[in-house]
Antibody, heavy 119, light 103 residues
Framework: EVQVLESGGGLVQPGGSLRLSCAVS????????MHWVRQAPGKGLVWVSR????????SYADSVKGRFTISRDNAKNTLYLQMNSLSAEDTGVFYC????????????WGQGTLVTVSS | DFQMTQSPSTLSASVGDRVTITCRAS??????LSWYQQKPGKAPNLLIY???SLESGVPSRFSGSGSGTEFTLTINSLQPDDFGTYYC?????FGQGTKVEIK
């Protein structure tokens, strides 16, 4: 059974930092490209970042470039998102999703972790 | 900038109805389009990939069609469990969503 479990969300002040984690099981994590997708309250889905299977290549949405860092630990089957210089616009649920065969089709998603940036 | 535009934004239909949602790309994307269903408080769920391929475990009343810039998600015989918001997606870009309500 596939399991994707995000953690690390919470309330943080503007300008603060947070590190999200995504622990997976049930598929070969080390061969999978992975993504983070954000959803602001009551809004649609917005792609944030992706990383290839061995961590050697990453991409970011313009809105987070230079502030967020995606990484992975294949030995721990875990994906990370380090978020710095957070602003209210970063508030939302962050989902971790698997990319099927690098095709940018997201077939497995976690339940999401809520990040709230507020003073 | 590349954009995906869905229509309508909201639709209300009765159980048993045939429902159609359209997604238009601002430039040709061949058949590289996916559709997702999201229920309130839940993660999105993949329904269709490569424009017309039905994801394993998804009911056959869901179908996708189209290529190039215009795509369609069809729900034949709408069921009570089909409420939610539907998103199309190509690479890094999602459509704005279509909320389906059951009358």
């Amino acid at each position: 059974e596939v399991q994707v479990l995000e953690s690390g969300g919470g309330l943080v002040q503007p300008g603060g930092s947070l590190r999200l984690s995504c622990a997976v099981s049930g598929f070969t994590f080390s061969r999978s490209w992975m993504h983070w997708v954000r959803q602001a309250p009551g809004k649609g889905l917005v792609w944030v970042s992706r990383i290839n299977s061995d961590g050697s290549s990453t991409s970011y949405a313009d809105s987070v470039k230079g502030r967020f860092t995606i990484s992975r630990d294949n030995a721990k089957n875990t994906l990370y998102l380090q978020m710095n210089s957070l602003s209210a616009e970063d508030t939302g649920v962050f989902y971790c999703a698997r990319d099927r065969s690098g095709s940018l089709t997201f077939d497995y998603w976690g339940q999401g972790t809520l990040v709230t940036v507020s003073s | 900038d590349f954009q995906m535009t869905q229509s309508p934004s909201t639709l209300s239909a009765s159980v048993g109805d045939r429902v159609t949602i359209t997604c238009r790309a601002s430039q040709s994307i061949s058949s590289w389009l996916s559709w997702y269903q999201q229920k309130p408080g839940k993660a999105p769920n993949l329904l269709i990939y490569k424009a017309s391929s039905l994801e394993s475990g998804v009911p056959s009343r869901f179908s996708g069609s189209g290529s190039g810039t215009e795509f369609t998600l069809t729900i034949n015989s709408l069921q009570p469990d089909d409420f939610g918001t539907y998103y199309c997606q190509h690479t890094w870009t999602f459509g704005q969503g279509t909320k389906v309500e059951i009358k």
